[in-house]
């Protein structure tokens, strides 16, 4: 067992000592002794033996059976008792949150009852993953009132909050027993994936005119000037850079850009067989969030993005309902995976430049199925970091290699009872890293993508 992060580091000796006291020698026997623990268990052991020595001693041990007794009898029912007429309605501010980001929330507790509550803390359903729960708390709430408390919702992964039946709850004035009391919830909160600020797009041929989109890629009549060359036949005279000409004496044209559209498929794997352990950092979820990154980004440069997910193709467009659409079917993407049948659902012939976002295990088991060729963006823990090198040499066409700390592969959040606060800035750090990590492969490996004919 270690020492909670708030605590300094202490000298060799007091450090060894620290872990003498505090090493787990029996752990199999947890089980049987952690309800020791119960802050009520001392009280009930000195009420017995208390009684035991009024009954057989002293009767002057009676005083200490009617103190013990009353602080039992009051620390398991005035909980209890205070909560009778508190009503409490949670309501976001907003319907739909980004992973990692802050959503407004409103908490409102209603007192029916004529004496105050105190140490009431919002509990359940805001956490999916193991760790510290929001930092939440009222230290009182006056009798016969109504309160309205607005705090920031800070969600820890993608999908639909609640995630469970949250509960008010308090413990005063002793801790010895927990009563709890629901919280309607007027509207649920759906998150998407967090997404990664990506700045290029790959060289992705253009398929279509669209005159609000100018390609730099192709040449045309409008934009801006991309270079000049010599005059064709069948070159319109408008085209003819003539103080080009006058210097050079005979007839130069000017090239500008094409109005055009790119076309990109986007194809998620996300069978359970192929990825680790579900958790806030797992491959799972890192293989939506730089899907929804690269998404994102293309839809962003008015690419004609597709997405396919488990044989479902959903358009990627940027504005109202539409865009909604596709990041709500990712945010509700199970996060124990799919099932093993849709690996192969959504494979084809795909149009544009097509990019796989898998890893390094479903990339072994998928590149023999897919059709026309395309680009590879793996996901993989970092303990598989040798095998997932074998794999990757041979395979070619990996457009980004995304390789997750040995630390944060499985389901890992910070607990050890840190402050939420702490919590949430060491899991926003290591969101940075990695995404600056998928940041630079992505930029270096943009203008070497192609088509696959």
């Known amino acids: 067992m270690s020492l909670p992060r708030w605590i300094p580091p202490l000298p060799g000796g007091l450090s060894r000592l620290a872990d003498l006291l505090t090493h787990d020698f029996c752990p199999g026997a947890n089980r049987w002794v952690d309800w020791l623990k119960h ?121 639909e909050y609640p995630c469970g039946l949250p509960c008010v709850t308090t413990s005063f004035p002793f801790g010895l027993w927990l009563a709890s009391r629901p919280v309607v919830v007027e509207n649920p909160l759906l998150v998407w994936p967090r997404r990664c600020e990506l700045a290029s797009i790959p060289d992705a041929p253009d398929v279509r005119e669209w005159s609000d989109n100018l390609s730099a890629r192709r040449t045309g009549d409008q934009g801006d000037l991309t270079g000049t060359r010599l005059f064709r036949p069948g070159d319109s005279l408008r085209r003819v850079h003539w103080a080009q000409t006058a210097r050079h004496g005979r007839l130069i044209t000017a090239e500008r850009q094409a109005v055009a559209q790119s076309a990109a498929t986007v194809e998620l794997h996300l069978d359970s067989e192929s990825h680790s352990t579900p958790g806030p950092q797992g491959t799972l979820e890192w293989t939506i969030r730089v899907a929804a990154s690269v998404c994102s980004v293309l839809q962003a440069q008015h690419a004609a993005v597709d997405l396919c997910l488990a044989g479902e193709r959903i358009p990627v467009v940027g504005d109202g ?59 993989q823990p970092g303990g598989d970091a040798a095998e997932g090198e074998t794999v990757l040499t041979g395979a070619g066409r990996v457009a980004v290699r995304l390789v997750l700390p040995v630390s944060m592969a499985g389901d890992d959040l910070v607990s050890d009872g840190v402050e939420d606060s702490s919590a949430g800035a060491g899991v926003r750090e290591a969101w940075e890293r990695i995404e600056l990590q998928f940041r630079q492969q992505w930029e270096q490996s943009c203008h070497g993508m192609a088509v696959a004919s």
């Open 39 to 159: 802050p009520s268990v001392p009280l009930f052991l000195g009420l017995g033996m208390s009684l035991a020595t009024a009954v057989c001693l002293a009767a002057s041990a009676w005083i200490l059976v009617c103190g013990l007794g009353l602080v039992l009898l009051v620390g398991g029912v005035w909980p209890w008792v205070s909560l009778r007429g508190i009503q409490a309605r949670l309501e976001f501010q907003q319907s739909r949150g980004v992973e990692g980001e802050p959503t407004p929330a409103v908490l409102e507790i209603i007192n029916r009852s004529p004496w105050p509550v105190w140490g009431l803390t919002l509990k359940q359903g805001f956490r999916r993953w193991p760790g510290v729960g929001p930092a939440w708390a009222l230290a009182r709430v006056a009798g016969w009132s109504t309160s309205r408390v607005p705090f920031d919702f800070v969600p820890d992964s993608r999908g």
């Open 321 to 379: 309902v539409l865009r909604q659409r596709w990041l709500d079917r990712l945010a509700r993407v199970p996060h124990e995976g799919l099932p093993a049948s849709s690996r192969r659902a959504s494979f084809g012939k795909g149009r544009g430049l097509r990019l796989f976002c898998t890893t390094f295990a479903g990339m072994t088991h998928d590149r023999a199925g897919v059709q026309g060729g395309g680009w590879w963006i793996v996901v």
